[in-house]
C-alpha cells in the first residue's frame, strides 16, 4: 500500500482569505514538517502567493483549472512529480466536497478542514436559498471557519445569526472572527 498522504484543505468562496490564511501558514516555521509540499490552487483569486516569503522550501504550487481535472489519477501524478509527502488544497468554493471525496486518492486522507468566509457577504450569502447549500457544504466537514473582515459581522444579530448558520452544518466547528487589525474572537 502506497504511503499515507496527510491532506490540509482550505475551503470558501472566492474572496473568502482562503489564499492568504495559507500564505501565513506557509511563513509559519512551524508549520515546516520535513515533507516535500504540494499546494493545489482549484481557483484563480485577486492575491497571488508570495513562495520567496515562505519559511521553509519544498513547495510546488500547482493548480486544478477545471472539475473535470479533478480525479485520483490527475492527483496522484501531480503528487508523484513534486514528490510531494504532504499537501494543502485551496478548493473552489463553488465546488462540492463531495467531488473532491471521491476524486481522492485512496492514501490522501483528510487531516484538517479550514473554511474561510467574507463577513461583508456571509449573511447574504446565508440567506440565500443556493449559496447557504454551498455554505452548508464546505462549514459541516470543517473543523473552523474564520469570518475575516468581521467588522461587518460585529453585532448580537449577525453573530447569532451565524452561529445558527454554522451549527445547522456542524456541532464540532469553531467559529472565529478576525478583525483588519489581526486581533481574532472566539464564538
Known amino acids: ?11 470558501g468562496f472566492l474572496e473568502s482569505g482562503k489564499t492568504k490564511f495559507i500564505q501565513e501558514t506557509f511563513e509559519d516555521p512551524n508549520f515546516d514538517s520535513g515533507d516535500k509540499t504540494l499546494l493545489l490552487i482549484c481557483e484563480e483569486g485577486e492575491v497571488e502567493y508570495r513562495p520567496e516569503e515562505f519559511a521553509f522550501g519544498g513547495v510546488t504550487v500547482d493548480t486544478i483549472d ?13 503528487a508523484k512529480k513534486s514528490g510531494a509527502g504532504r499537501v494543502l488544497i485551496e478548493y473552489n468554493g463553488m465546488w462540492l466536497l463531495q467531488d473532491l471525496a471521491d476524486a ?10 479550514i473554511a474561510t468566509a467574507d463577513g461583508t457577504t456571509a449573511l447574504t450569502y446565508a440567506r440565500d436559498n443556493s449559496m447557504r447549500a454551498l455554505m452548508l457544504d ?9 469570518f475575516n473582515r468581521a467588522e461587518a459581522v460585529n453585532n448580537d444579530a449577525a453573530r447569532q445569526e451565524l452561529h445558527k448558520l454554522v451549527r445547522q452544518a456542524s456541532r464540532k466547528c469553531d467559529i472565529a472572527y478576525e478583525f483588519a487589525d489581526g486581533s481574532v474572537a472566539y464564538d
Open 1 to 11: 500500500m502506497a504511503k499515507e498522504i496527510p491532506v490540509y484543505l482550505f475551503v
Open 66 to 78: 477545471s472539475q473535470a481535472d479533478l480525479t485520483p489519477d490527475v492527483l496522484e501524478e501531480k
Open 138 to 146: 464546505k462549514i459541516a466537514r470543517s473543523e473552523l471557519i474564520v
Open 104 to 113: 481522492l486518492p485512496e492514501n490522501w486522507l483528510v487531516y484538517q478542514c
